[in-house]
């Protein structure tokens, strides 16, 4: 259970396919409201109609959303606010895992994913927090990534950056709104099995969906300031991650 005020109405970004779905659907079953956005709308109805189905009760509300259309995430940020009457959580979980060995010629692939997990990230922030200030509250989730704790190697090097970036934003955000009714939480996802990973074989500590979903749901109603995903193995492979020589943390990308 939350040691926090009920956070009733939660936006979930990136919420058609992967972790956003999962969160959405663990969401749910906890008996919360629910704004669910992303650029698939097709998915979105399908999993509003599952969640109706299973949940009469909740309030479940979808719209399109490109992340990288800037003006279009504070108008469907607000548009929810204003449906909802207020939003008490919003989780920035859109994100891309493209990428390659900078150097290779995919200059547009490493682009897209910064993009993607950086500056549209910024845009999440800026818009919850402009309604989170305007209520004096609200939870602000940023989903980083366990690959943040260092630079990474081939295909992870741009995509480990972005989530180290979005980290340091969260944090900058929080030691801003020290004092205030505002909470800020970081979370690392290790390895947890989604779309942005299923040709991904042979991952050592990779959990299913539904297990991770489950997880992070926890994890977030905790409200900490940070949290990795699972606990175990990843806290104290965090702290290995952050100390052993690069050489070392290389051979784990």
């Known amino acids: 259970m939350s040691r926090h005020p009920t956070r009733q109405?939660?936006?979930?970004?990136?919420?058609?396919?992967?972790?956003?779905?999962?969160?959405?659907?663990?969401?749910?079953?906890?008996?919360?409201?629910?704004?669910?956005?992303?650029?698939?709308?097709?998915?979105?109805?399908?999993?509003?109609?599952?969640?109706?189905?299973?949940?009469p009760k909740l309030r479940i509300a979808v719209r399109a959303?490109?992340?990288?259309?800037?003006?279009?995430?504070?108008?469907?940020?607000?548009?929810?606010?204003?449906?909802?009457?207020?939003?008490?959580?919003?989780?920035?979980?859109?994100g891309l895992g493209k990428g390659q060995p900078l150097g290779t010629g995919y200059f547009h692939a490493n682009r897209k994913t910064a993009e993607t997990n950086f500056v549209a990230a910024l845009a999440q922030c800026e818009a919850a927090l402009e309604i989170f200030r305007a209520q004096n509250a609200g939870h602000l989730v940023v989903i980083s990534s366990m690959s943040a704790m260092r630079g990474m190697p081939r295909n992870l090097t741009t995509y480990a950056a972005t989530k180290a970036g979005v980290a340091a934003l969260a944090e900058g955000?929080?030691?801003?709104?020290?004092?205030?009714?505002?909470?800020?939480?970081t979370i690392y996802p290790g390895y947890i099995r989604s779309e942005i990973n299923e040709k991904v074989k042979k991952t050592p500590f990779m959990i299913d969906t539904e297990t991770g979903c489950r997880l992070l749901a926890d994890a977030i109603d905790r409200e900490p300031q940070s949290a990795c995903?699972?606990?175990?193995?990843?806290?104290?492979?965090?702290?290995a991650m952050r100390h052993l020589p690069l050489a070392l943390v290389a051979k784990m990308g």
């Not at 109609?49 to 949940?55: G, K, P, Q």
Request: proline share 4%; hydrophobic share 45%; charged share 30%.
């Open 65 to 94: 959303l490109d992340v990288l259309d800037y003006g279009q995430v504070f108008e469907v940020f607000r548009s929810f606010r204003d449906e909802f009457g207020r939003l008490d959580r919003i989780i920035v979980n859109a």
């Open 173 to 185: 955000i929080r030691a801003d709104l020290i004092g205030k009714p505002i909470r800020v939480s």
């Open 9 to 55: 109405t939660i936006l979930i970004t990136g919420a058609s396919s992967g972790l956003g779905r999962g969160m959405a659907r663990e969401f749910a079953a906890r008996g919360h409201d629910l704004a669910l956005c992303a650029r698939r709308t097709e998915r979105l109805d399908e999993l509003k109609a599952e969640l109706t189905a299973r949940h």
């Open 229 to 239: 995903v699972p606990r175990w193995p990843w806290m104290p492979l965090g702290f």
